[in-house]
């Protein structure tokens, strides 16, 4: 999603002209996006939600496993009625209703459980997505802009879409990470406050 959100970028950069006259500057999306504090916080959150979906899922998954070893059992016996002479057709045709009847609830769970993964799935990609979305429209393309406008540049490429050379001298990719830790510190952690000595 990253990726089609750079290039749409890049794109969005071309369109806007690409006369001579106007000075470029370039800037490596991902690397700031994996740099900057918010949106690794974004990422930390969608996978500790992943692992509580997973969690979950794994209920379904057990009781998935417990069906078809259920359904491998009733083609078992299926197998060994149909072998048996003494038992009657009525009693093999209910071993054979017994094994459709548990092949159906196994297809039926496991429709359920990919249709769970797939949401899942889905979902975390979404809030992942809103959530950058979000942090890229109120603290990244704002100080993108600012730092442009620094350098006198009319156009910000991606520099990972569709530029096969830079000079380094116009790449802001640690400007503008440098920017977003001065403006966004990263909570510094308490210090550890020693333990009080035992009265003597």
Same mark, same amino acid.
Request: no cysteine.
């Given at each position: 999603m990253l990726k089609k959100l750079a290039i749409l970028i890049g794109m969005l950069a071309l369109a806007a002209g690409?006369? =001579?006259? &106007?000075?470029v500057v370039t800037l490596d999306i991902d690397q700031v996006l994996t740099?900057? /504090?918010?949106?690794? @916080?974004i990422k930390a959150e969608v996978e500790a939600d992943q692992k509580d979906?997973? /969690?979950l899922?794994?209920?379904? +998954?057990? #009781?998935? &496993?417990? &069906?078809?070893?259920?359904l491998t059992a009733a083609?078992?016996?299926? !197998?060994?009625?149909?072998? $048996?002479p003494t038992l009657s057709k009525a009693a093999v @045709?209910?071993?054979? #209703? !017994? +094994?459709?009847?548990?092949? !159906?609830e196994a297809v039926k769970m496991e429709q359920d459980l990919r249709r769970s993964q797939q *949401?899942?799935?889905?979902?975390?990609? /979404?809030? =992942?997505?809103?959530?950058? $979305? +979000?942090?890229?429209? !109120?603290?990244? =393309?704002?100080?993108?802009? #600012?730092?442009?406008?620094a350098h006198g540049a009319d156009i910000v490429l991606n520099a990972r879409v569709g530029i096969l050379f830079a000079e380094p001298s116009v790449n802001i990719t640690e400007e503008l990470i440098e920017r977003l830790k001065k403006d =966004?510190?990263? *909570? #510094?952690?308490?210090?550890?406050?020693?333990a009080a000595e035992p009265a003597k």
């Open positions: 690409t006369a =001579f006259a &106007q000075k740099a900057f /504090s918010k949106t690794a @916080a979906a997973e /969690s899922l794994k209920i379904k +998954v057990d #009781e998935f &496993q417990k &069906q078809r070893e259920k083609q078992q016996k299926l !197998e060994a009625d149909r072998g $048996n @045709a209910k071993a054979e #209703e !017994e +094994v459709k009847k548990t092949l !159906e *949401e899942m799935r889905e979902l975390l990609q /979404s809030k =992942f997505t809103q959530k950058t $979305n +979000v942090v890229l429209q !109120e603290d990244i =393309f704002p100080r993108i802009k #600012e730092i442009a406008k =966004f510190p990263q *909570e #510094e952690k308490p210090a550890a406050v020693p």
